[in-house]
């Protein structure tokens, strides 16, 4: 199976600063997403990511991949209280099953 | 495209009794669905691969005779939950697998009183 490591476990920011989180896996992909989940809710597809790409963009948000050191790392910037929430990350593709790490926890303070 | 549904949302239950939760593939077809639970305020956990026609495959410390699923159509899972009890009352969230990516549906809140 997959299973996504995320970094830092909870971060803290002021409303309008950029956020970066990390995630490490170990075995090789075809392509990683990132997840978002408030509180109680369910996942919410943020972006992919295939193995053959470096960055992507989606509105504020912005995912690199660099698969020789098996990361990737999301960022959001001028973040707002709305995007408080825990992010997951998802390395993925093929026929292996996805598991998930305990996620990283943001906070953005009004 | 690429919409994976689940019914119900949300369940209150009476311990002892049965629940059954559907997992749909809206617009594209599934030979593999996933079944994840998740217990407030930690990482989703993959309970079982449910695979089209054939039996599930169950992750290590989960009951099969608990938790049973079922998967006969390519775009419908279901997973009971047999003589639930208070302990069983998670968020249940499946996802489905289309070529190389996996689609999760917006969860099940259980709660079992």
């Known amino acids: 199976s997959q299973q996504g490591e995320e970094d830092p476990q909870a971060l803290s920011i002021q409303e309008g600063e950029n956020a970066t989180m990390n995630c490490s896996y170990k075995?090789?992909?075809?392509?990683l997403q990132w997840y978002r989940q408030n509180s109680g809710r369910g996942l919410v597809h943020l972006i992919l990511?295939?193995?053959?790409?470096r960055e992507k963009h989606s509105g504020r948000l912005r995912v690199t991949l660099d698969t020789s050191k098996k990361s990737s790392s999301l960022l959001i910037t001028a973040s707002r209280a709305a995007d408080t929430a825990s992010y997951f990350c998802a390395p993925g593709g093929g026929y292996q099953k996805v598991t998930f790490g305990t996620g990283t926890k943001l906070q953005v303070i009004p | 495209g690429a919409v994976v549904s689940q019914h119900p949302s949300w369940v209150i239950c009476k311990s002892g009794t049965s629940v059954k939760i559907e997992c749909r593939s809206l617009?594209?077809?599934?030979?593999?669905m996933f079944w994840y639970r998740q217990f407030p305020k930690q990482s989703l956990m993959l309970m079982a691969t449910s695979n089209e026609g054939s039996k599930a495959t169950y992750e290590q410390g989960v009951e099969k005779d608990k938790f049973l699923i079922n998967h006969a159509s390519l775009t419908l899972s279901t997973l009971t939950v047999t003589s639930a009890h208070p302990e069983d009352s998670s968020f249940y969230i499946c996802?489905?697998?289309?070529?190389?990516?996996?689609?999760f549906g917006p969860g099940t809140r259980l709660t079992v009183l």
């Open positions: 990511i295939r193995s053959n790409e």
């Open positions: 617009d594209f077809q599934a030979t593999t």
């Open positions: 996802s489905a697998r289309l070529d190389n990516e996996q689609f």
């Open positions: 075995t090789s992909i075809n392509n």
